[in-house]
């Protein structure tokens, strides 16, 4: 079993920055994506950005630019900075793991309890 816990959300005007960290504990072997996406109520997750174990990331062309996704100096932190912010940026947002990734790979992933963030 992993656990995740996410902080550093908040509010936060439009063009502001946030810097969301999550650290990952308990049962990690084997899981070399960490990454983060994102929810609105009554819509689907979406992908936000991912980091393989080898440092390979991915993000979400919506965020291409603006976020940057980071592994601590511990391989089992993440940091996810959000410069530029917009009111689109609304979500609550969750950390996950899994084995890679690829795909839809944050559909099904271990997921933190998340942490709101909002832009106005």
């Known amino acids: 079993h992993v656990q995740l816990v996410e902080s550093g959300g908040g509010s936060v005007q439009v063009g502001g920055s946030l810097r969301l960290s999550c650290v990952a504990s308990?049962?990690?072997?084997?899981?070399?994506?960490m990454g983060w996406f994102r929810q609105i109520p009554d819509k689907e997750r979406e992908a936000v950005a991912g980091?393989?174990?080898?440092?390979?990331?991915s993000y979400a062309d919506s965020v291409k630019g603006r976020f940057t996704i980071s592994q601590g100096t511990n391989k089992n932190t993440v940091h996810l900075q959000k410069n530029n912010l917009r009111a689109a940026d609304t979500a609550m947002y969750y950390c996950?793991?899994?084995?890679?990734?690829?795909?839809?790979?944050?559909?099904?992933?271990?997921r933190g309890r998340g942490t709101q963030v909002t832009v106005s």
């Open positions: 980091i393989e174990s080898d440092g390979s990331t």
């Open positions: 996950a793991t899994a084995t890679r990734c690829v795909g839809a790979w944050y559909k099904s992933a271990s």
């Open positions: 308990g049962d990690t072997i084997g899981r070399y994506c």
